[in-house]
Nanobody, 128 residues
Framework: QLQLVESGGGLVQPGGSLRLSCAAS????????IGWFRQAPGKEREGVSC????????NYANSVKGRFTISRDNAKNTVYLQMNSLKPEDTAIYYC?????????????????????WGQGTQVTVSS
């Protein structure tokens, strides 16, 4: 069974940090661009960050630039999202997704229909 599984979410105070992981099973991530998306209550899903299949290209939403870092370890078949200086507005369910199209990275993980595999999400709550 091909699937992505996110982990690492939780409750953190403003200014804190979390590291999300996106692990693949049933297939190798080596040939896939990976995007991190989030959806807050009452809001549309948005692209947060994405990374090309080789890791040579990354992209970030303006709202997280300088605070979040995406990386990948293809040997571990896992992609990470390091989130620092978290703000209450970062509260959302975070999803990772895999696309065979590296061109989506330059466009900040769009179009989303090019993402073939999606995880079930992990909740991130930033609150004091």
């Amino acid at each position: 069974q091909l699937q992505l599984v996110e982990s690492g979410g939780g409750l953190v105070q403003p200014g804190g940090s979390l590291r999300l992981s996106c692990a693949a099973s049933g297939f190798t991530l080596d040939y896939y661009a990976i995007g991190w998306f989030r959806q807050a209550p009452g809001k549309e899903r948005e692209g947060v960050s994405c990374i090309s299949s080789t890791g040579s290209t990354t992209n970030y939403a303006n709202s997280v630039k300088g605070r979040f870092t995406i990386s990948r370890d293809n040997a571990k078949n896992t992609v990470y999202l390091q989130m620092n200086s978290l703000k209450p507005e970062d509260t959302a369910i975070y999803y990772c997704a895999a696309s065979e199209d590296d061109d989506t990275v330059q466009a900040l993980c769009v179009p989303t229909y090019r993402y073939d595999y999606w995880g079930q999400g992990t909740q991130v709550t930033v609150s004091s």
